[in-house]
């Protein structure tokens, strides 16, 4: 799978929408974007995720950039309780379940 | 949605003992399940795939004698820390993903606390 490249930490203000980047230079063809979050002493949450076109769920939104070599997670209206560790990872999809690799995750903070 | 429980969400024991942990899928039936560990301050770790009926797929560096992974049905999977100590104090999460979903979405569990004394 895809290396994945994201900032160490980001703050947001409560409110204000939270963009997250995500660089994925060599993603091939048949990989996927994926997103999850993970709360402070709790499993990761999955959030969204996208092949090439943008994705909008209840949660957030997903920018992925025509040549596919990055994306970026948008929260609209950020609260408290997006404080969290957002993680994005690319896989490929098959038949059968594959393994995340996680990296080291961009922790965003929403301040009051 | 679909959930997954684990438990319990924290134990604590004496160096030397063993622990299980219990992972269940509640509203559907889990094909394969991974473990993950995460020690404070980094980044989930793989340490196995479960496959429902055969034997799990250990990831480089995991023994599987100390880590004993059993998948009997489609909605249970548990990880025994055999002998556990204090190096092996870590949060433990599962996964669990269903063949029916066309993506690699994969539902984890709460985590499981484990304090080795």
């Known amino acids: 799978d895809a290396k994945t490249t994201q900032p160490t930490s980001m703050d947001c203000a409560e409110g204000r929408a939270a963009n997250l980047p995500c660089n994925h230079s060599?993603?091939?063809?048949?990989?996927?974007v994926y997103w999850y979050r993970q709360i402070h002493s709790q499993g990761p949450q999955y959030i969204i995720h996208?092949?090439?076109n943008n994705e909008t769920n209840e949660m957030a939104s997903l920018i992925i950039t025509e040549d596919r070599k990055s994306s970026t997670l948008i929260l609209p209206h950020a609260t408290l309780r997006d404080t969290a560790v957002y993680y994005c990872?690319?896989?490929?999809?098959?038949?059968?379940?594959?393994?995340?690799?996680f990296g080291s995750g961009t922790q965003l903070t929403v301040l009051p | 949605g679909a959930v997954v429980s684990q438990h319990p969400s924290w134990v604590i024991c004496k160096s030397g003992t063993s622990v299980k942990i219990e992972c269940r899928s509640l509203?559907?039936?889990?094909?394969?399940m991974f473990w993950y560990r995460q020690f404070p301050k980094q980044s989930l770790m793989l340490m196995a795939t479960?496959?429902?009926?055969?034997?799990?797929?250990?990831e480089q560096g995991v023994e599987k004698d100390k880590f004993l992974i059993n998948h009997a049905s489609l909605t249970l999977s548990t990880l025994t820390v055999t002998s556990a100590h204090p190096e092996d104090s870590s949060f433990y999460i599962c996964?669990?993903?269903?063949?029916?979903?066309?993506?690699?979405?994969?539902?984890f569990g709460p985590g499981t606390r484990l304090t080795v004394l």
């Open positions: 509203d559907f039936q889990a094909t394969t």
């Open positions: 060599t993603i091939s063809g048949n990989e996927y």
């Open positions: 996208g092949l090439k």
């Open positions: 479960s496959n429902e009926g055969s034997k799990a797929t250990y």
């Open positions: 996964s669990a993903s269903s063949r029916t979903s066309g993506y690699n979405e994969q539902f």
């Open positions: 990872i690319v896989s490929r999809s098959s038949g059968s379940a594959r393994q995340l690799t």
